[in-house]
């Protein structure tokens, strides 16, 4: 089985930087995708950005030129980093992973099979 645990969410001010972790336990090994998502209260949950073993990565329109996803397989962890904040970036952001290399499932909730607990992103104005 595979476990994901996020860390790194906090409070900050718009216009600020943060760097979200998500650290791979389990079977790590073979073709992957990951994925960070995020859900605001009363919205569906959002792909932000994903990449995948071939280190293609795919990233919303709302986030692109702000937010920068990576992968470092000696960690086995995912990142997220985050600038430019703004007060729509609010949300709990999860981490996610799939054994698809599609590039067209990147941002897609439904494709990814395993989750993390998520973690908790506030950006005031």
């Known amino acids: 089985d595979i476990q994901l645990a996020e860390s790194g969410g906090d409070s900050v001010q718009s216009g600020g930087s943060l760097r979200l972790s998500c650290a791979a336990s389990?079977?790590?090994?073979?073709?992957?995708?990951m994925g960070w998502f995020r859900q605001a209260p009363g919205k569906e949950r959002e792909g932000v950005a994903g990449?995948?073993?071939?280190?293609?990565?795919a990233y919303a329109d709302s986030v692109k030129g702000r937010f920068a996803i990576s992968y470092d397989n000696a960690k086995n962890t995912l990142y997220l980093q985050m600038n430019n904040l703004k007060p729509e970036d609010t949300a709990m952001y999860y981490c996610?992973?799939?054994?698809?290399?599609?590039?067209?499932?990147?941002?897609?909730?439904?494709?990814?099979?395993?989750w993390g607990r998520g973690i908790q992103v506030t950006v005031s104005s």
């Open positions: 990449i995948n073993s071939n280190n293609f990565a």
């Open positions: 389990g079977y790590t090994y073979g073709s992957f995708s």
């Open positions: 996610a992973k799939q054994p698809s290399l599609m590039a067209s499932w990147l941002l897609l909730p439904s494709k990814y099979d395993y």
